[in-house]
C-alpha cells in the first residue's frame, strides 16, 4: 500500500556564505527566523512585528539539509513539500529535483531515479534571498515599463503583506523557508491521486443523487474501487466498482446539513479504497460532505436549503505573522472565538496565507459558512502569462482540494485589486480584469459549477465600492458614500480601537502606558507611542471617541476608544440587520450581509480587529456578539424611538415585549408599557414606538426585554436617548460570586459597561467570559460562563464611573 514517511528529524540550517556555524533545527517545520530565533541569533523583536533589526535575513541564501534512509522499494518513490516560502531549489544526493517559486503551491517530485532505496540519502534545499530577487524585478520594470504599472512584488508569489507593514510588521516581514510537512512517498503499482463526490438535491430536499469518480495513476486499468460511506445517524454502506466508472447512488431522506443556528450539520464519510486485481489494498483517501442545497436568488442573497440565510460574521486574516507554519490550537481557538460571537460566516482574505485543513473540517462540523478568496489584493497584477499561469494554478489547487466542503459558500477573485484602481488611477481600465472577470471565473465554472463567484471584493455598481450593488468595504468614517446606511452586502466594516490594557502593555513592552494627550487640530488621537504598533494611517479610522468623556490615564483612553468602536458597530450592524426603515415596515430586509473587518490579528498590532494578538477579546468583540444574536432585540433613537425585533432563527417567535424608560438619578422605573410581538424567520419587525412616553429628559435609559409564552425572557437591549459624554452614571456596587464555572452578577444602581477580569496568580490572560463589557440594571441578576485555560483564580467585576470593585474566587 502507498506509504508516507514524514521527514522531520535530522535537519540542520546553514548560510550560503558561512558566516553562523551550522544550525540544529529543533523541530519541523519552521521558517529561518524561527531557527535564527531559537539559537539567539535574532532577538524576539521580530516576533513584535519590528523587524528592522532582522531583515538582513531576507537577503542571505539559507540551506536546510538533512539524511534520510529510504526503505527498499522497487516502485514509485517522490518527495513532497507542502510548504515552501518562496524560491527554492531543491536536491537530492547532488542531483536538482526541481524549483519551485510560489508559497501557496505544494509541489511533488518523482526522485525514483535518483533516489538510493536501503541507503542513506542526501536531502537539500536552497532558498534564495527574495530582497536580491525584488531588486532584479524593480530593475527590470525600470527597463522596460509594465503596462499595468504593476509593483515588482506581485511577481512574486508569496504572502501579499510580506511587502508591507499593514498587518503590523515594519517596515516588511519577508518571511523564508520550510512552513509545511516534508514527506518520501512510496508508490504502489497504482494509486488513488484524488475522487470527486459530486451530488445534486432535489427540490422537496429528500433525494440526492450522487456521483463519485475517481482520478488514478499508475497501472490502475482492470483494478477496483471500494467506497464505505458513514452515514450520520451511524448507518454503514458499502460499494464496488471498477476504475474506468463512476458510481452512482441514490440517498433517500438524507440527513442535512445546516448553517449554525438553522440546524444540525450532518457529515457523510466517504472512504474510497483502491485495490489490486488480487485484492490488495494500494491506497485509500476519506473525504466528508454534508447535503445541503445552495441557491442563489440575487448577488450574494444566498438560500441554503430553501431557507434564506443572512450572513453575519468577520475576515479571517494570517493567524499569526511571525512564521507561515500553521498553529492548530491558534486556528481552533479563532474559530471558537467567532462561533462564540454568533458569526456563521467567515471571509477567508485573498491577502493572507493559505489555510490548512483544520479551518474547513472545524467550519463543516460548526456550521460557519466561508467565503473564500484567491491569492490576490490590492493591487494591480504583471501582464505576464507566468504570473496569470501561477495565479490559476494555484486557483486550481485550491478548488480541487476545498469544493467538497459544505461549508464552503463561494469563491472570490481576491481583495480590492478594483477598488485599488479606482483609488489610484479612477475610470482608468484595470489591466488584470480579464484574469479575474474570465479566467478565474471559467476555471470555477469548469471545476466547481454549483458554487457562486464573485469576480472581486467589493464589486459592481458604478464604481467598484457602491453599497447599492455586489458588496461594499465601510469606510464611510473617512469617505462620504452614498447609499451607505443600508447596503446591499458590507464585507469590511471597521473603526479602530486600542486592545485590552494588558494586551497593550505587552505590545508595547511596558508595565506603564503612556498617558492620554488632548486632541487637538492636526494631532493624533493618541500618544504617538502608539505609532510603533501601527499602521496604514488607523488614525484616520478611529470610531467616534468625542462622544465619550476625555481620558485621563490610560485605562479610560482603552475604555473610551473601546466604546466608541462598540457603540459604533452596535448602530450600525443593528441598522443593517433591520435592512430597512419604519416608514417601510413590509419592505424586504435590504441587507444581506456584514462582515467585520476584522477577526483577529496577526501582529501585536493596533488596529481594528475584535481579537488582539493574544486572542483577548476587547469590547467591540462583546458589543458585536450582541448584535449578532440570531434574535435581536434594537432601540432605534430616531424621529420617534422605536424597538424592532430581527429574528435571524430558524423558528417564529412570539410573546410579549416589555419597555421601560429608567430614571438612573431616581434609580427606578418612569414609565412602562407591553406589547405582544411576533416575528418569523427571517423577518425585521418593528414592534412599537415609546411615543406613549410622550417627551422625556435625555438622561434617562430605554430598555426592551421580550418574553415568550413562558414568562421566558428570549432577548434585551438597553440605548440612550443622548450621548455617553452628556449622561451622569452612578457609582454602582456590584454582588459577584461564582459557583460551577458560571459567575453571578448584581447591581445596587444602573452598571454602565461592566467589566470582568480574571487573574490566575497575576495571569490575566486567557479567561473565556460568555459576556462582558455590559450595562445592568438593579433588578437583574446576570449569570455568565467561564470558560478558558484557567481552573482557578479570582475573579473581579467593576463597573465604569464607579470606583468600587467586586471579587469572587473562581474555581473550576
Given amino acids: 500500500m502507498k506509504q508516507k ?8 540550517l546553514k548560510d550560503a556564505e558561512n558566516k553562523y556555524p551550522l544550525l540544529d533545527i529543533p523541530q519541523m517545520p519552521a521558517q529561518v527566523h524561527d531557527i535564527l530565533f531559537s539559537h539567539g541569533i535574532i532577538n524576539d523583536e521580530y516576533q513584535y512585528g519590528n523587524t528592522s533589526g532582522c531583515r538582513w535575513v531576507s537577503g542571505q541564501k539559507w540551506i536546510y539539509q538533512t539524511s534520510f534512509e529510504c526503505p527498499a522499494w522497487e516502485k514509485g518513490i517522490r518527495i513532497g513539500f507542502e510548504g515552501l516560502d518562496t524560491l527554492a531549489e531543491i536536491f537530492l544526493n547532488g542531483v536538482t529535483i526541481g524549483k519551485h517559486s510560489d508559497s501557496y503551491l505544494p509541489v511533488r517530485y518523482d526522485v525514483k531515479d535518483i533516489i538510493r532505496p536501503g541507503q542513506r540519502n542526501e536531502l537539500e534545499i536552497v532558498f534564495d534571498s527574495v530582497i536580491e530577487r525584488l531588486e532584479q524585478l524593480e530593475g527590470e520594470i525600470l527597463r522596460k515599463g509594465t503596462p499595468a504599472g504593476a509593483q515588482a512584488s506581485r511577481y512574486i508569489r508569496k504572502s501579499f503583506h510580506d511587502f508591507t507593514g499593514y498587518l503590523g510588521a515594519k517596515p516588511d516581514f519577508l518571511k523564508v523557508g520550510i512552513f509545511g510537512e516534508v514527506a518520501l512517498e512510496l508508490i504502489d503499482e497504482a494509486e488513488l491521486v484524488d475522487f470527486d463526490i459530486d451530488y445534486s438535491l432535489n427540490d422537496t430536499l429528500n433525494r440526492a443523487d450522487v456521483r463519485v469518480s475517481a482520478l488514478t495513476a499508475g497501472a490502475a486499468q482492470g483494478n477496483r474501487l471500494g467506497l464505505a460511506v458513514s452515514c450520520p445517524d451511524g448507518t454503514e454502506l458499502e460499494y464496488s466498482f471498477a476504475v474506468e466508472e463512476a458510481l452512482d447512488i441514490m440517498v433517500q431522506e438524507p440527513m442535512l446539513w445546516w448553517p449554525r443556528g438553522h440546524g444540525r450539520q450532518d457529515l457523510y464519510c466517504f472512504s474510497l479504497s483502491l485495490y489490486s486485481e488480487d485484492g490488495r489494498l494500494m491506497d485509500k483517501k476519506t473525504k466528508q460532505i454534508g447535503f445541503r442545497k445552495l441557491e442563489m436568488v440575487e448577488c450574494l442573497d444566498f438560500t441554503i436549503n430553501k431557507r434564506q440565510i443572512k450572513l453575519w460574521g468577520g475576515n479571517l486574516t494570517p493567524v499569526d505573522g511571525r512564521t507561515a507554519c500553521e498553529n492548530p490550537e491558534r486556528v481552533k481557538e479563532i474559530v471558537q472565538l467567532a462561533f462564540d460571537c454568533n458569526m456563521n460566516t467567515l471571509r477567508v482574505w485573498g491577502e493572507g496565507d493559505r489555510f490548512g485543513d483544520m479551518l474547513y473540517e472545524l467550519a463543516d462540523r460548526m456550521g460557519i459558512l466561508l467565503w473564500q478568496e484567491f491569492f490576490c489584493g490590492h493591487a494591480q497584477y504583471p501582464p505576464e502569462k507566468s504570473v496569470r499561469e501561477l495565479i490559476l494554478e494555484e486557483a486550481e489547487y485550491q478548488i480541487r482540494r476545498l469544493r467538497h466542503h459544505p461549508s464552503l459558500l463561494l469563491w472570490c477573485g481576491g481583495n480590492e485589486c478594483f477598488m485599488s484602481r479606482d483609488f489610484a488611477k479612477p475610470g482608468e481600465e484595470y489591466g488584470a480584469a480579464q484574469l479575474f472577470e474570465y479566467d478565474l471565473k471559467n476555471l470555477c465554472a469548469r471545476l466547481d459549477p454549483g458554487r457562486y463567484y464573485h469576480v472581486n471584493s467589493p464589486f459592481g455598481g458604478p464604481y467598484t465600492n457602491s453599497p447599492d450593488f455586489g458588496d461594499t468595504h465601510s469606510y464611510t468614517n473617512s469617505w462620504y458614500v452614498p447609499g451607505g446606511e443600508i447596503p446591499k452586502f458590507v464585507s469590511e466594516n471597521l473603526r479602530v480601537s486600542l486592545p485590552p490594557v494588558r494586551s497593550l502593555k505587552r505590545y508595547l513592552k511596558t508595565d506603564k502606558l503612556p498617558q492620554p494627550v488632548p486632541l487637538t487640530h492636526g494631532s493624533l488621537p493618541w500618544p504617538e507611542e502608539f505609532e510603533k504598533v501601527t499602521s496604514a494611517e488607523s488614525f484616520k479610522k478611529i ?28 448602530e450600525s450592524v443593528e441598522r443593517y440587520r433591520r435592512g430597512k426603515t419604519v416608514s417601510a415596515p413590509f419592505a424586504h430586509r435590504g441587507c444581506k450581509g456584514h462582515l467585520i473587518w476584522k477577526l483577529n490579528t496577526t501582529f501585536p498590532h493596533i488596529y481594528s480587529s ?32 422605536n424597538i424592532w425585533i430581527v429574528n435571524d432563527t430558524a423558528k417564529e417567535v412570539q410573546g410579549t415585549l416589555t419597555a421601560h424608560l429608567f430614571d438612573m438619578g431616581g434609580n427606578k422605573v418612569c414609565c412602562s408599557l407591553d406589547r405582544p410581538f411576533h416575528a418569523g424567520a427571517g423577518e425585521a419587525v418593528p414592534v412599537t414606538t415609546l411615543d406613549e412616553f410622550g417627551q422625556f429628559t435625555r438622561d434617562k435609559l430605554l430598555r426592551a426585554c421580550l418574553k415568550d409564552g413562558e414568562g421566558n425572557v428570549i432577548g434585551s437591549a438597553n440605548n440612550f436617548a443622548d450621548i455617553e459624554r452628556h449622561l451622569a452614571f452612578p457609582q454602582a456596587r456590584l454582588s459577584l460570586s461564582c459557583k460551577d464555572n458560571i459567575l453571578s452578577v448584581s447591581t445596587d444602581r444602573f452598571a454602565r459597561c461592566v467589566e470582568l477580569l480574571g487573574s490566575d496568580n497575576g495571569d490575566e490572560f486567557g479567561w473565556r467570559f460568555e459576556d462582558n463589557y455590559f450595562d445592568l440594571f438593579p433588578d437583574e441578576v446576570k449569570q455568565i460562563r467561564v470558560a478558558g485555560c484557567h481552573s482557578n483564580g479570582i475573579v473581579t467585576a467593576k463597573a465604569a464611573y464607579s470606583p468600587h470593585v467586586s471579587q469572587a474566587v473562581y474555581l473550576k
Avoid at 481579537?611 to 420617534?640: F, N, T, W
Fill in 5 to 12: 514517511i514524514l521527514l522531520h528529524s535530522g535537519w540542520t
Fill in 543 to 570: 470610531p467616534p471617541i468625542e462622544q465619550f468623556y476625555d481620558a485621563v490615564n490610560p485605562e479610560q483612553m482603552v475604555y473610551r476608544f473601546g466604546m466608541a468602536a462598540g457603540s459604533y458597530l452596535k
Fill in 610 to 641: 475584535i481579537l488582539d494578538y493574544y486572542l483577548e477579546p476587547g469590547i467591540p468583540y462583546y458589543y458585536l456578539k450582541r448584535a449578532y444574536e440570531p434574535l435581536l432585540v434594537s432601540i432605534e433613537v430616531a424621529d420617534h424611538i
